[in-house]
């Protein structure tokens, strides 16, 4: 098995360096250096990260023109859709990733709109299998983790108008206190999910022995630490504003914080060495509680009026009988009339 990784792996360099050199000598040396710049952050090494400097030089073709930009997502996606190897794969979203969170708008803007392809998964990799041997097979369960993660990444921006970042702009507070309580939950509802494709890790959690892995669960923790900030100043607003709920709202914002109650162990699990947000936690659990007995006293004055309102029906029923017949004479005619 040690002998058959080996060669492999051999393969793979081999591969990585035609696939260069072929890029090289592109006639159009634009698309020849965006070609190159992809390549070289997407290897088919099985444990090594793309380098900062690789990354950097993807993230640099964002600075230059729109038809650039494009260039280089589609060079990506092609890379991505084509491999059957899942380092490069994983390699190739880790790329992606990085333009999410640290590319310039028009590089973020051109990978959000990329085109879907077969399959609910925009990067069409619910499917992606890797049978090279067993721990290929076992990367492949991150491979299509990643990818619904980095997806998840992209609507979440698309959803809250802007793209959250660790340099991004902070959230508006008063821009919040505009939106209608049905578009909060609506945003609340869609950074839950991502919470949700967070913790659906694959079980296998030895991180250490890949750094490829690593580095991948590195960048989702802080993925995952910002939608945490956007959830709680969202979750402040709509906790102010519970009282005037529906309950088919306060039916949705409960059932919210019971989907992320339950994502906390594994959250845990995956990120074991995170600093714990305990004031985060305390939030949705002081919440779930006040949800609970509002709803249930919206329950019992329910029942209240109802009940009032049968009794009401019982003592007043125009089609009934309210007081004996009596008999007036008319003439020869005898007339019957209610008392």
């Known amino acids: 098995m040690g002998r058959r990784k080996k060669i492999r792996n051999l393969l793979g360099i081999l591969k990585d360096k035609a696939s260069l050199i072929k890029a090289a000598i592109s006639i159009n040396r634009q698309l020849s250096s965006i070609n190159v710049a992809v390549l070289r952050a997407t290897t088919h090494n099985p444990s090594s990260p793309p380098s900062e400097n690789c990354i950097a030089a993807v993230l640099a073709l964002g600075h230059s023109s729109r038809t650039t930009s494009c260039a280089c997502i589609v060079a990506l996606m092609d890379r991505l859709h084509a491999t059957h190897s899942a380092p490069v794969a994983l390699k190739c979203l880790f790329t992606a990733h990085n333009i999410a969170t640290n590319g310039s708008f028009i590089l973020k803007d051109q990978l959000s709109f990329y085109p879907s392809s077969g399959g609910q998964n925009f990067l069409n990799l ?18 299509r983790w990643y990818a619904a993660v980095v997806e998840q990444n992209l609507i979440v921006s698309r959803s809250l108008g802007y793209y959250y970042s660790p340099r991004g702009k902070e959230f508006d507070n008063n821009k919040l206190s505009l939106l209608l309580s049905s578009e909060l939950l609506g945003e609340i509802d869609v950074l839950v999910d991502h919470v949700e494709r967070t913790c659906d890790a694959p079980e296998n959690l030895n991180l250490q022995r890949n750094n490829l892995v690593y580095e991948v669960v590195t960048m989702v923790g802080e993925d995952y630490r910002l939608v945490q900030r956007e959830l709680f100043v969202r979750l402040k607003e709509i906790e102010d504003r519970m009282e005037s709920l529906s309950s088919s709202e306060l039916t949705r914002l409960l059932s919210a914080l019971k989907r992320l109650e339950e994502c906390r162990e594994k959250l845990v699990a995956l990120f074991v060495n995170r600093r714990k947000n305990v004031v985060f936690w305390d939030l949705i659990r002081q919440m779930t509680t006040k949800l609970v007995e509002m709803k249930e006293k919206r329950e019992q004055k329910k029942l209240e009026w109802k009940k009032s309102t049968n009794e009401s029906n019982r003592f007043w029923n125009p089609f009934v009988e309210s007081g004996p017949i009596v008999s007036v004479s008319v003439g020869n005619v005898m007339a019957h009339g209610w008392a």
């Open 126 to 143: 619910s499917d992606f299998r890797d049978e090279s041997d067993a721990d290929t097979w076992e990367l492949s369960s991150w491979v």
